[in-house]
C-alpha cells in the first residue's frame, strides 16, 4: 500500500487538478505542503479539509526524519507544492528518498508542472533536452552560465521576474544575440504569455513592460542553431 503519494497540484488554472488527485488528497491522513496558506487555498476550493503539516527549504532538515518516522507509524501522507509537481526544484526529492531508504511505498501522481508546455509550446526541439531549474543566484552563477549556452540541446531554466532581464542578459553576453529562446509567463493563467525570438528581440520586449508572475525561460542549444 502506498505510503507516500506525491501529488501535483495547478500551476495557475484550478481546473488543471485531475480527478485522482482530488481523490487522494481526500483519503490520506496528512497533507505536507510548502505553504499551508497556498494549499488551504485549494484544498477549500475542493471542498477538502485535511490536517497540513509545513514541509518547505526552511524545513526539511529537521522534518524528513520526523515525518518518515510518522509514515512508518503508519500515517499515509500527501505532499503538495504551492504549484505543480513535488520534487521539482524543490526539496520533495529529500523525503522521497528517506522514504525509499526506509522500504517505504511512494507514488508519484502525473500532473501539473510548469516546465512541459513551456517547452512544447516554445517550438524549440523537444526530442532532447536540457533541465537546468533555477540558475545559482551567485556562486557559480556564470560557471553555470558558460556551460548552458554550449549546450547542444535545448535547455529549461526556471526564473522569477526580478531577475528575468539580468539572466536574458547574461545569457546573450556569452550566446550572442541571435540565440533563439522563448520566454513563458503566467502559463495556464489569464495573462499568460509565451514570447519567443532572438535573444536581443525578447530583451528588447520585456525592456519595454513590467514583469510579473513565475517564468520559464527555453533556450535553443548549440545543435539547433547551427
Do not use: W
Not at 526541439?125 to 535545448?154: C, M, S, W
Amino acid at each position: 500500500m502506498t505510503q507516500l503519494f506525491l501529488v501535483p497540484t495547478p500551476i495557475g488554472n484550478l481546473e488543471d487538478i485531475t480527478l485522482r488527485a482530488i481523490r487522494v488528497l481526500k483519503e490520506v491522513d496528512v497533507i505536507l505542503a510548502e505553504d499551508t496558506r497556498t494549499s488551504g487555498n485549494l484544498l477549500r476550493h475542493l471542498g477538502i479539509s485535511k490536517p497540513m503539516t509545513a514541509f518547505h527549504l526552511n524545513n526539511e532538515h529537521q522534518q524528513v526524519e520526523h515525518i518518515a518516522d510518522r509514515i512508518e507509524a503508519g500515517e499515509i501522507m500527501a505532499l503538495v507544492t504551492d504549484a505543480g509537481t513535488p520534487g521539482i526544484s524543490d526539496p520533495g526529492f529529500m523525503l522521497v528518498r528517506e522514504c525509499l531508504k526506509r522500504g517505504l511505498q511512494v507514488e508519484c501522481l502525473p500532473g501539473a508542472t510548469a516546465f512541459v508546455p513551456a517547452l512544447v509550446n516554445s517550438g524549440l526541439p523537444a526530442d532532447h533536452f536540457i533541465f537546468e531549474g533555477f540558475l545559482p543566484h551567485k556562486k557559480g552563477r556564470q560557471t553555470k552560465i558558460q556551460a548552458i549556452v554550449n549546450y547542444p540541446y535545448t535547455t529549461i531554466l526556471y526564473e522569477s521576474p526580478y531577475r528575468l532581464m539580468k539572466t536574458l542578459q547574461q545569457l546573450m553576453e556569452v550566446a550572442g544575440p541571435e540565440r533563439q529562446v522563448s520566454v513563458a509567463r503566467e502559463l495556464t493563467k489569464i495573462h499568460e504569455e509565451n514570447v519567443r525570438g532572438t535573444l536581443q528581440d525578447v530583451i528588447a520586449y520585456f525592456s519595454q513592460k513590467e514583469v510579473k508572475g513565475e517564468i520559464v525561460i527555453v533556450l535553443s542549444g548549440t545543435k539547433d542553431e547551427e
